[in-house]
Each structure stands twice: as C-alpha cells, then as structure tokens.
C-alpha cells in the first residue's frame, strides 16, 4: 500500500473503471443502461443526442489531434495509428470514429446542448436527478483524515472565479475535448466543446464565464472617511 486510506488525494480514470463495474455489480445491469434509465432518460433530450453510442456518422463531429505535436509523438507509443487515425489534413490529424474502453471513466457522447440540460437540471430544487441531502453531499469539498482539502467533491474538481465558488470537471483524449462547470450559489453553469485533442484542465471556461460574472460581481462603493 503506497498511502493509508484518507491520508492523499489522486485522480485517477481507473477508479471510475471499478466504480462502474461496481454499478455494474450492484444494480445487475451494464453501466451504461443504467446511466440511459438513471440519467438521460430523466432529462429533456431525445437518445440520439446524448448516448453511448453514435446515432448518425454525419452528424458526428471529427476528431482531431495537431499532426506536428508532442502529443501526437507520443500517441505512436499507446495505439495503432493506422487502426484509429486517418490521413493528416493540413496541420491536423483526424481520428476514425471509435469508442472508449471504458464507458464509466469517458465513453458518454452527446452534443453541448444536452449537458447543458443536464447542469440545468442539476441546480434546480426539485432535480429529478438528485435530492436537497444526495446534492449537497455530491457538492461538498472532500479532506483528509487531518483535514487538509482535496480540491474535489464526488466527481468534481473545485474552483474559484472572481470570487465565485465552482464545480468543475475537464476531459479529454482521442480527438475530443470539453469541460463543464457549475456555480451553485449563482445558479448557473457552463459548457465549452472542442473536437481537438486535450489532456490536462486547459480552464478554458475561465476565459468565457468571465464575461458574465462581472456583471455578478459585485463591487463595494467607495466612501468619504
């Protein structure tokens, strides 16, 4: 055992791996039916835009990686690149459609729309997705046994904006990557989509979302002593 239990903190994709196969374990059905009856089911979009699969190619934006890159060096190590990758066009490399192996650690599809939908529905009172007591558990900081602060709830990384507490989570990888945000104590929330590759939190959001909390801001007015 490298730490004991509660004494550090690690992101790491392979426990949401065993996470979902714990799903898997618990409710007898595969990970991905249960997020479709659980989640997608419960929110206001229709199955072809947010999935596990991939309803129609055309609509189906191409992923892409910077074809004179570190990144794309070291991808040479981990895949078969004539397997997942097409011929270069320009400065970019685009991916053949696939899909994660591993559905609980990245493998939803959907556009941004939908996970809108799904922040949407995740700040209201009366969630469909989750009670008062089950969210402010998923949103609450979680520490060590000596109380030193992770900087992640269940499955959300936090942050702060101009003052402004955040909810966060990034991903990446193949082509593809995106982040989304939540604000509770403002109500609202954030999306942001790219169909190039990415790995590390890039905090794009903070460039967007900083243009409407200004305007949440707000700035004490000066007075005469």
């Known amino acids: 055992m490298k730490y004991h239990p509660e004494a550090t903190f690690s992101y790491s994709n392979l426990g949401y791996v065993f996470l979902g196969q714990l799903v ?34 055309e609509d189906h934006a191409r992923g892409y990686i910077e074809r004179m890159s570190f990144t794309n060096l070291a991808l040479g190590l981990f895949i078969e690149k004539s397997k997942f990758m097409d011929r270069s066009k320009g400065k970019w490399k685009p991916f053949k459609p696939f899909y994660v192996n591993g559905s609980s650690y990245g493998g939803l599809i959907g556009t941004p729309l939908a996970f809108v939908r799904y922040l949407q529905e995740m700040l209201k009172p009366e969630s469909e997705l989750l009670g008062e007591v089950s969210r402010n558990r998923m949103f609450e900081e979680q520490t060590t046994y000596d109380g030193e602060r992770t900087g992640m709830c269940l499955s ?62 707000m700035i004490p007015e000066m007075t005469n002593a």
């Open 24 to 57: 898997e374990r618990v409710f007898g059905m595969s990970y991905e039916e249960y997020v479709e009856k659980n989640i997608i089911r419960k929110l206001p979009v229709s199955s072809d835009r947010l999935g596990f699969t991939i309803r129609s190619a």
């Open 156 to 217: 959300w990384f936090t942050g702060n904006l101009l003052g402004q507490r955040y909810l966060a989570h990034a991903g990446g990888g193949g082509g593809y990557y995106c982040e989304i945000r939540l604000y509770p104590e403002l109500g609202k929330g954030s999306v942001i989509f790219f169909n190039r590759t990415g790995i590390a939190d890039e905090k794009f959001l903070d460039k967007v979302d900083v243009c409407y909390l200004k305007e949440q801001v």
